[in-house]
């Protein structure tokens, strides 16, 4: 009892990214499967169960990996939000079991669902530090151009 008393306390701290959506399904994607590819019509959001899912975003000078995903990340909430085309190409490292819910259900939880709109919130400003540091690590000094 003192195991599952436990247990739920952790599950309680650290919830799972889409606990209280009414539409989460589970999907299995293979290794080197791609999950969904850049300019793709927007849907559905993600959350990464196991496994590892590389966001890759091609340019000029061939494809650049804009993060790799782990357990609890979430991606694809971009267009599930804005409702544009897919930004970026997210592609299954290794073998990984997904969670996704609609965009509808996504707005949704981030205007009703406080708590999973807060655990996405600390997951895009870490994603937004993370890339002004890449960008800055690569940026010329004034005056240089």
């Avoid at 999950?35 to 966001?55: C, L």
Wanted: hydrophobic content about 35%; charged content about 25%; overall charge negative.
């Amino acid at each position: 009892m003192a195991l599952c008393r436990a247990l739920l306390s952790t599950w309680e701290l650290s919830p799972p990214p889409f606990r209280g959506c009414n539409e989460v399904r589970d999907r299995v994607v293979g290794a080197g499967e791609v999950i969904f590819r850049e300019g793709d019509p927007s849907g559905d959001a993600y959350v990464v169960r196991s496994g590892h899912v590389d966001i890759v975003k091609h340019s000029p000078n061939g494809p650049i990996i804009l993060a790799h995903l782990e357990e609890d990340d979430i991606f694809g909430e971009i267009g599930s939000v804005d409702g544009q085309p897919r930004s970026a190409t997210a592609v299954a490292v290794d073998d990984v079991r997904l969670q996704t819910v609609t965009s509808d259900e996504f707005v949704d939880m981030l205007g009703h669902k406080p708590e999973g709109a807060f655990r996405y919130l600390r997951s895009l400003f870490g994603r937004i530090r993370s890339m002004n540091t890449r960008l800055a690590a690569h940026a010329e000094p004034p005056g240089t151009e």
